[in-house]
């Protein structure tokens, strides 16, 4: 698979699932950065609208991890808690 066919993928995965940049990256084996590089640079280059969409999911994702974080923080005292 090329670089350009990588990053479509990625990108219609993340917007199909709404998936985070690193669940995107777990699944495709790839690193965090390669698929922001992928998303904001390589696809901007040859499919802009797809890559505006993802990016509006990524952006969703940014401004709602700190509420994941510490639902994940919770959820691991709560765990010690009945332990």
């Known amino acids: 698979m090329d670089i350009d066919e990588r990053a479509k ?3 219609i995965y993340i ?3 709404k998936s985070t940049v ?12 390669t698929v922001h590089k992928d998303i904001s640079e390589r696809l901007e ?11 509006k999911v990524l952006e969703i ?7 994941r974080g ?7 005292y709560q765990k010690e808690k009945v332990s």
Do not use: D, Q
């Open 15 to 17: 917007i199909e699932t």
């Open 45 to 55: 280059k040859f499919n802009p609208s797809l890559a505006s969409e993802a990016k």
């Open 70 to 76: 510490g639902m994940a923080t919770k959820l691991k």
């Open 61 to 67: 994702n940014k401004s709602e991890r700190h509420i």
């Open 22 to 33: 690193r669940a995107t990256a777990k699944k495709f084996n790839v690193s965090k950065s």
């Open 9 to 11: 993928k990625l990108a």
